[in-house]
């Protein structure tokens, strides 16, 4: 997706979020859901379509992947043997697009193509607004100037650019603190965040970061998992990066 397409009422969009992100979208007013491999924020279409929006606004902030077929990503449906057609299989209730069991004379078909086409799903991307992260995984920020330690989550796919744009730890205080950050953005806590240049240890020296390449190009691996299996708590070796003040303040 080009910058351009990623501009919401939002903000700027990211090309990828965490599922904690998107479970804190969980409202008729803000509605995110995560779908396969992408994210959608459906809150217009839920808006426009309130008669049918129930099933969408109760799983609102959750991954809905299971409502569909993962191969031909249709409505998962069911053979019935009393009126011996296939019918959606919809237990959470009929949504948005869904057509009805019996027919009815309200039901538009140009609207959808029986059970084959979902239009948000396949044919509309306007809902589309990046994809959901398969690498979570957590990073220690310490603030050399502050003596700040923050831990957050962050998506193994992003560059450390992205890392810094997009989620960061508040460095606004001067007291030595660990604290856990989800979704706060860098410069919402500190407008010179472009300041700070970003470190990590390679070969027992501090050595200024590539910002555009992943933690994972960087060699800074995820050995959570590692950790896991052996039965070590994982935030006892935690991945760790340095950002040193630059003290030539960018522009307010």
Same mark, same amino acid.
């Given at each position: 997706?080009?910058?351009?397409?990623?501009?919401?009422?939002?903000? *700027?969009?990211?090309?990828?979020?965490?599922?904690?992100?998107?479970?804190?979208?969980?409202?008729?007013?803000?509605?995110?859901?995560?779908?396969?491999?992408?994210?959608?924020?459906?809150?217009?279409?839920?808006?426009?379509?309130?008669?049918?929006?129930?099933?969408?606004?109760?799983?609102?902030?959750?991954?809905?992947?299971?409502?569909?077929?993962?191969?031909? *990503? @249709?409505?998962?449906?069911?053979?019935?043997?009393?009126?011996?057609?296939?019918?959606?299989?919809?237990?959470?209730?009929?949504?948005?697009?869904?057509?009805?069991?019996?027919?009815?004379?309200?039901?538009?078909?140009? $609207?959808?193509?029986?059970?084959?086409?979902?239009?948000?799903?396949?044919?509309?991307?306007?809902?589309?607004?990046? /994809?959901?992260?398969? /690498?979570?995984?957590?990073?220690?920020?310490?603030?050399?100037? @502050?003596?700040?330690?923050?831990?957050?989550?962050?998506?193994?796919?992003?560059?450390?650019?992205?890392?810094?744009?997009?989620?960061?730890?508040?460095?606004?205080?001067?007291?030595?603190?660990?604290?856990? *950050?989800? /979704?706060?953005?860098?410069?919402?806590?500190?407008?010179?965040?472009?300041?700070?240049?970003?470190?990590?240890?390679?070969?027992?020296?501090?050595?200024?970061?590539?910002?555009?390449?992943?933690?994972?190009?960087?060699?800074?691996?995820?050995?959570?998992?590692?950790?896991?299996?052996?039965?070590?708590?994982? $935030?006892?070796?935690?991945?760790?990066?340095?950002?040193?003040?630059?003290?030539?303040?960018?522009?307010?």
């Amino acid at each position: 997706m080009s910058p351009q397409m990623l501009l919401t009422q939002h903000g *700027r969009r990211r090309r990828f979020y965490t599922p904690e992100e998107v479970k804190a979208h969980n409202s008729a007013d803000d509605a995110w859901f995560s779908l396969f491999d992408k994210v959608l924020d459906l809150t217009k279409l839920i808006a426009k379509n309130t008669a049918l929006a129930t099933p969408l606004i109760d799983c609102a902030g959750s991954d809905i992947s299971h409502w569909f077929n993962s191969k031909s *990503r @249709t409505v998962k449906s069911y053979y019935s043997q009393v009126k011996k057609v296939a019918l959606p299989y919809i237990p959470m209730g009929r949504f948005i697009h869904v057509p009805p069991s019996e027919p009815s004379s309200k039901w538009c078909t140009s $609207d959808s193509n029986g059970l084959e086409e979902i239009p948000w799903l396949w044919s509309d991307t306007q809902y589309i607004i990046g /994809n959901i992260s398969r /690498n979570v995984r957590k990073l220690r920020v310490v603030n050399t100037l @502050t003596q700040q330690s923050d831990v957050f989550e962050v998506c193994g796919e992003e560059t450390i650019k992205e890392i810094q744009t997009r989620r960061g730890p508040v460095f606004s205080g001067v007291t030595k603190s660990v604290h856990t *950050r989800r /979704n706060n953005s860098y410069t919402e806590y500190n407008t010179h965040a472009q300041s700070y240049t970003w470190k990590y240890l390679k070969d027992r020296t501090f050595v200024p970061i590539e910002m555009s390449k992943t933690l994972e190009q960087l060699g800074i691996v995820d050995e959570s998992k590692v950790f896991e299996h052996a039965g070590i708590n994982q $935030d006892q070796y935690m991945p760790v990066v340095h950002i040193y003040f630059n003290d030539d303040l960018t522009d307010d």
